[in-house]
């Protein structure tokens, strides 16, 4: 079973130390609302202490042979497989997402990860060069995580940064650091030198500080798209690198002649994977209308038979919203969505006391000018929207401030290729939907941010030409 500290202090190089603020703050269960432990503030004296010990640690990390920083990479992958069950319990317990996506999404995919990047390490000389030039590390990053997928997202970054020779300061989400903190076991067992990866919990303020520190070189983010408009400002005429993934509405289109019943299949996990809190989300609905009323009938018989829950038992579907916070932000444009004249459907579902819940909604008669249809929700409330030819679905898809993910379903190959070239969309799966691949790069277009995690191009923001 996991074992959780009542306290986290600071990994600093190599070592916890207690926070220069002298303050500690709760992290909780959202499924019962009982704090779990309690974790560090960082404030800027932490960060500056932080990003010493990461350039200290620079020159040897980055001059080690590649082959022997693989070898670090892939004892990180193994170990977290070695150990992905308490990395799983930890993670559902802080976050409130069902033990089954954490155990076979989440973990594994965070080592598959380390394990892809892994495999760069030593062929980035040869893969990467370019004449007159070696590929070296950017130096110092700050990566600052979001709640949703904490774990992997950690991964997604420490991965290729940590494969190319920079040092980092990671700070998670204030709401869900302990699988984070938990890591530090695996970094140091698989090798990892004192001061090349730091962890620092706090909240934005610390985000902040870290970004406007001097000594980082390349800010990593993923998060709200607010927040992230707020780091690209400050950050202008610094010379710092910025990585931004940030929100989404992600479109997801359904063909006449696409196989219904794996439809719905896609549709539930494009947009209740997670609670719906995923910057990628299938939120949009767009459907041929033919097929309207059929599709809304098998989407509400389906959702009906979800099982929404303790996120520890294991045939738990929906899992807690993650916090106090969110629930009101998702009731708000169940508000909203009502008061402009959307028809609001949602699983029958009896919450419990305590934690926080929201079944699986669904809103039709939706206009594109509808707040629901336009800001990203960010859980389990799908919009629904129809269209009558391919153009329209299109016109409608990329009629959006965002640009991250979409979804195609439709039995024929070609229209797959045609529509897939037009959708505005960092990624587009066709008859499936938020499937992962560390192989496979990941990021936006617009308001989605920019730059790449993931694949080969997820190694380029964290090369400098030397
Ligand atoms: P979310 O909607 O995922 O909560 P946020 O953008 O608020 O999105 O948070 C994502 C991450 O960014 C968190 O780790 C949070 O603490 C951090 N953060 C929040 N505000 C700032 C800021 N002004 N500067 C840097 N990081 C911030």
Same mark, same amino acid.
């Given at each position: 079973?996991?074992?959780?500290?009542?306290?986290?202090?600071?990994?600093?190089?190599?070592?916890?130390?207690?926070?220069?603020?002298?303050?500690?703050?709760?992290?909780?269960?959202?499924?019962? =609302?009982?704090?779990?432990?309690?974790?560090?503030?960082?404030?800027?004296?932490?960060?500056?202490?932080?990003?010493?010990?990461?350039?200290?640690?620079?020159?040897?990390?980055?001059?080690?042979?590649?082959?022997?920083?693989?070898?670090?990479?892939?004892?990180i992958?193994?170990?977290?497989?070695?150990?992905?069950?308490?990395?799983?319990?930890?993670?559902?317990?802080?976050?409130?997402?069902?033990?089954?996506?954490?155990?076979?999404?989440?973990?594994?995919?965070?080592?598959?990860?380390?394990?892809?990047?892994?495999?760069?390490?030593?062929?980035?000389?040869?893969?990467?060069?370019?004449?007159?030039?070696?590929?070296?590390?950017?130096?110092?990053?700050?990566?600052? &995580?979001?709640?949703?997928?904490?774990?992997?997202?950690?991964a997604?970054?420490?991965?290729?940064?940590?494969?190319?020779?920079?040092?980092?300061?990671?700070?998670?989400?204030?709401?869900?650091?302990?699988?984070?903190?938990?890591? *530090?076991?695996?970094?140091?067992?698989?090798?990892v030198?004192?001061?090349?990866?730091? &962890?620092?919990?706090?909240?934005?303020?610390?985000?902040?500080?870290?970004?406007?520190?001097?000594?980082?070189?390349?800010?990593?983010?993923?998060?709200?798209?607010?927040?992230?408009?707020?780091?690209?400002?400050? &950050?202008a005429?610094?010379?710092?690198?910025?990585?931004?993934?940030?929100?989404?509405?992600?479109?997801?289109?359904?063909? =006449?002649?696409?196989?219904?019943d794996q439809?719905?299949?896609?549709?539930?996990?494009g947009?209740?994977?997670?609670?719906?809190?995923?910057?990628?989300?299938?939120?949009?609905?767009?459907?041929?209308?033919?097929? =309207?009323?059929?599709?809304?009938?098998?989407?509400?018989?389906?959702?009906?038979?979800?099982?929404?829950?303790?996120?520890?038992?294991?045939?738990?579907d929906?899992?807690?919203?993650?916090?106090?916070?969110?629930?009101?932000?998702?009731?708000?444009?169940?508000?909203?969505?009502?008061d =402009?004249?959307? *028809?609001?459907?949602?699983?029958?579902?009896?919450?419990?006391?305590?934690?926080?819940?929201?079944?699986?909604?669904?809103?039709?008669?939706?206009?594109?000018?509808?707040?629901?249809?336009?800001?990203? &929700?960010?859980?389990?409330?799908?919009?629904?929207?129809?269209?009558?030819?391919?153009?329209?679905?299109?016109?409608?898809?990329?009629?959006?401030?965002?640009?991250?993910?979409?979804?195609?379903?439709?039995?024929?190959?070609?229209?797959?290729?045609?529509?897939?070239?037009?959708?505005?969309?960092?990624?587009?799966?066709?008859?499936?939907?938020?499937?992962?691949?560390?192989?496979?790069?990941?990021?936006?277009?617009?308001?989605?941010?920019?730059?790449?995690?993931?694949?080969?191009?997820?190694?380029?923001?964290?090369?400098?030409?030397?």
């Open positions: 079973m996991v074992q959780i500290k009542d306290r986290y202090r600071l990994y600093i190089g190599g070592e916890w130390v207690a926070p220069s603020t002298r303050q500690y703050f709760p992290t909780y269960d959202p499924s019962t =609302e009982e704090t779990l432990a309690e974790v560090a503030k960082a404030g800027p004296r932490d960060i500056d202490k932080a990003v010493r010990a990461a350039r200290r640690a620079l020159p040897a990390w980055a001059g080690m042979k590649g082959a022997a920083r693989a070898r670090v990479l892939f004892a992958a193994r170990i977290l497989q070695e150990r992905a069950r308490e990395f799983a319990i930890l993670e559902t317990l802080d976050n409130g997402k069902p033990i089954r996506e954490s155990r076979d999404i989440d973990i594994p995919l965070a080592a598959a990860h380390f394990f892809y990047y892994a495999g760069w390490t030593d062929k980035l000389e040869y893969a990467l060069r370019e004449p007159g030039h070696k590929p070296a590390p950017v130096g110092v990053c700050g990566q600052i &995580i979001p709640w949703n997928f904490p774990l992997l997202m950690a997604w970054k420490l991965a290729p940064a940590l494969a190319c020779g920079n040092t980092v300061v990671l700070k998670p989400a204030e709401t869900s650091p302990l699988t984070c903190l938990l890591l *530090v076991e695996v970094l140091e067992e698989a090798g030198p004192p001061g090349v990866v730091n &962890i620092l919990t706090g909240a934005g303020e610390t985000g902040a500080a870290l970004v406007a520190h001097e000594g980082v070189d390349k800010i990593a983010f993923t998060g709200s798209t607010e927040v992230g408009k707020a780091i690209q400002a400050k &950050i005429g610094t010379g710092k690198r910025l990585t931004l993934e940030l929100g989404g509405k992600g479109a997801h289109l359904v063909f =006449e002649d696409a196989a219904l439809a719905v299949e896609g549709i539930v996990r947009i209740f994977f997670n609670q719906g809190q995923v910057c990628c989300a299938g939120s949009r609905l767009l459907v041929e209308e033919s097929i =309207e009323n059929t599709l809304l009938e098998l989407l509400k018989r389906r959702l009906s038979t979800l099982r929404i829950g303790a996120p520890l038992d294991k045939n738990t929906l899992g807690a919203i993650h916090s106090k916070e969110q629930m009101t932000r998702v009731r708000s444009y169940l508000e909203s969505g009502q =402009e004249g959307a *028809v609001l459907w949602q699983a029958f579902f009896e919450a419990p006391k305590k934690g926080f819940w929201c079944p699986p909604c669904l809103f039709s008669k939706v206009t594109p000018s509808m707040k629901i249809a336009r800001e990203e &929700i960010f859980g389990p409330v799908l919009t629904i929207q129809t269209f009558r030819t391919p153009q329209e679905a299109i016109a409608l898809a990329n009629n959006s401030n965002y640009g991250l993910s979409a979804g195609v379903w439709t039995d024929k190959g070609s229209k797959i290729f045609a529509l897939s070239k037009q959708l505005r969309a960092g990624v587009v799966w066709a008859n499936t939907f938020n499937q992962f691949d560390p192989a496979s790069p990941f990021g936006g277009y617009k308001e989605s941010g920019f730059g790449r995690e993931g694949g080969l191009h997820g190694l380029l923001p964290y090369l400098a030409r030397r």
